[in-house]
């Protein structure tokens, strides 16, 4: 998978992004795609090998957005290398983006059978077992509580953020409180649950993520390069 994509590819995946949403995969054709990319079918196929290439290579790219879209607010936060500060502006980059949270909540009718290949990025993900362990490393550099369960704390973390992409589902939208005051209120139930008593090394923890973030673009670019 890429880490860059080019003018013409962009312009190709913000094309499908558009239909994906709109109709869901499943429904999406790649002459679809084309036309309101305004090129040719077989254009497409010059820069990804099918339909599914297509949507992986959109997904990808909508998590590298998201990605140093948190980064950028974290790092922008004195308090984002706490996990409060972290899971509050992890939500606020996950709720900005439609995609995102089709992405986030498995939601069907956008990805619809993509998700049950069984080469799909969704089985290729390990992000719980990813999130343990950096919950560990934040606790062992001072920035969560000592006296917590990592793997109870990715769970419940996992909980919060899949209610909050996925209430509007069960309940009618008139009822549920805004998104930023849901995203707070969740951050200050963190800050009193896993935030040390001195108030927690926020610098030492964004350290934490810097150094995690290096290693998966090291990851990737490896991988770009086997594929060249």
């Known amino acids: 998978m890429k880490l860059n994509y080019n003018d013409k590819e962009n312009r190709i995946l913000d094309a499908s992004m558009e ?3 709109q109709y ?3 429904k999406t054709t790649v002459a679809e ?3 309101n990319a305004g090129i040719s079918k077989g254009a497409i196929y010059l820069h990804f090998k099918s339909k599914d290439d297509l949507f992986e290579s959109l997904l990808f790219r909508e998590l590298k957005t998201y990605s140093l879209r948190w980064f950028e607010l974290i790092e922008s936060d004195p308090k984002g290398g706490l996990l409060p500060g972290m899971y509050r502006n992890m939500l606020k980059a996950i709720t900005s983006s439609e995609l995102m949270i089709a992405i986030f909540k498995k939601d069907l009718k956008v990805l619809g059978s993509y998700v049950k290949k069984d080469n799909s990025f969704f089985k290729k993900d390990s992000t719980a077992g990813i999130r343990k362990e950096f919950i560990q490393k934040m606790m062992d ?4 509580r000592k006296d917590v369960d990592p793997k109870m704390t990715a769970h419940i973390m996992d909980m919060l953020a899949f209610s909050l992409v996925s209430m509007g589902d069960v309940k009618r939208y008139d009822e549920i409180p805004p998104t930023d005051e849901v995203i707070e209120a969740i951050a200050v139930f963190m800050d009193r649950a ?6 927690g090394n926020s610098e030492a923890g964004k350290q934490v993520l810097r150094d995690i973030a290096a290693a998966t673009v090291s990851y990737y670019e490896a991988q770009e390069n086997m594929e060249e």
């Open 19 to 21: 239909l994906f949403i």
């Open 24 to 26: 869901g995969f499943d």
């Open 33 to 35: 795609v084309a036309k």
């Open 141 to 144: 550099v001072g920035a969560v």
């Open 194 to 199: 896993l935030t040390p008593e001195d108030g």
